[in-house]
């Protein structure tokens, strides 16, 4: 069992930034996934990164979010910038343990990530 926390969840303006962390025990030999969900739509996978280090990106936050991982704290930050009132939503962070596809195009689908955090909410509005 991994134990997943998120926190950063915040109101913000259009135009602003925020910083989401999650931290996972262990986190350095799992896939580490962002998925987001906003009201009346399905989750929806945002971000993710290998423990080699590869990190792909939804075309939604393409350009605007930045993943990075900090092996040393089992944490994983996901900076995000230029938000939209369609970030708005619920954050969430997961675990997986299978390798990264080298695929810029593919983000892996929630159903292969096995341990899940509670989501922090985000709420982007003027």
């Known amino acids: 069992q991994v134990h997943v926390v998120e926190s950063g969840g915040a109101s913000v303006q259009p135009g602003g930034s925020l910083t989401l962390s999650c931290t996972a025990e262990?986190?350095?030999?799992?896939?580490i996934g962002w998925f987001r969900q906003s009201p009346g739509k399905e989750r929806e996978g945002i971000s993710c990164?290998?423990?080699?280090?590869?990190?792909i990106y939804g075309d939604s936050v393409k350009g605007r979010f930045a993943i990075s991982r900090d092996n040393a704290n089992n944490t994983v930050v996901l900076q995000m910038n230029r938000l939209k009132p369609e970030d708005t939503g619920v954050y969430y962070c997961?675990?997986?343990?299978?390798?990264?596809?080298?695929?810029?195009?593919?983000?892996?689908?929630?159903?292969?990530?096995?341990?899940w955090g509670q989501g922090t909410r985000v709420t982007v509005s003027s």
């Open positions: 997961a675990a997986g343990a299978f390798d990264l596809r080298p695929d810029p195009t593919f983000l892996p689908p929630a159903r292969q990530y096995q341990f």
């Open positions: 262990r986190s350095t030999y799992y896939t």
């Open positions: 990164t290998a423990h080699t280090g590869l990190t």
